[in-house]
């Protein structure tokens, strides 16, 4: 065993990856998300700013910043959101800093976003880029989620079915598209889209100088 062996190169650097999860409302997004943030500490979560107003169930920071919409449109126009949308009358947007500043430092950034959002993030760095949309197994089945997490008002519930169709539409600009018609299957399909991107060679920023020392051994 030689004296000074040289460190795994290829494990210890890679660029970080932006994993997008977009689907209708209530068709577990939000679920999946918080369940492989919790599980795995190499990816944390998107903190996404928003006018909408705070449920009962969430932190502010945590789930969202809860920010007024001439603040919101402040960031939006000095173009530090890396994206940013309008939904259900809503503004939601992504700051830009953390996540560049995440990419470089080998992390992985996960994001519960729209269509509109993954579409602006897209443009602007497809290749950091893997996008999944959560379909439900039925729009029946949506409304009965939506019915049962009983934060949203029967209005607010009738206009997010009526929006599904729209925000289905786009399922074909997506990498990977899963039906959630059981979340612990589904969940385990989207650690193995994870598990495969990470391994992706373009992402492997260390992979090269590992190879190259591979072949300089014994020359």
Known sequence: MPDNPRPPAARETRRGLLLILSSPS???????????????HSIRLSVSVTTRGRR??????????FIEKDDFEGLRDRGDLLEWAEVHGNFYG??????????AAGEDMMFDIDWQGTRQI???MD??????FILPPSLQEL??????????SPEVIARRLRNARDEIAHWGAYDY???????????????????????????RTGLKGFVDGL???GT
């Open 143 to 152: 409304r009965a989620r939506l019915e049962r997490r009983a934060e949203d």
């Open 94 to 103: 992504t700051p830009r800093k953390p996540v560049e500043q995440a990419l």
């Open 26 to 40: 209530g068709a577990g997004k939000s679920t999946l998300t918080r369940n492989l943030v919790r599980e795995d």
């Open 177 to 203: 598209v899963l039906v959630n018609d059981d979340l612990n299957r589904t969940y385990m399909d989207l650690k193995s889209i994870l598990a495969a991107e990470r391994l992706r060679r373009a992402r």
């Open 127 to 132: 290749e950091d880029v893997v996008s999944v």
């Open 215 to 217: 072949l300089g051994e």
């Open 56 to 65: 009962p169930s969430e932190i502010d920071g945590v789930h969202y910043r």
């Open 122 to 124: 897209v443009e602007k």
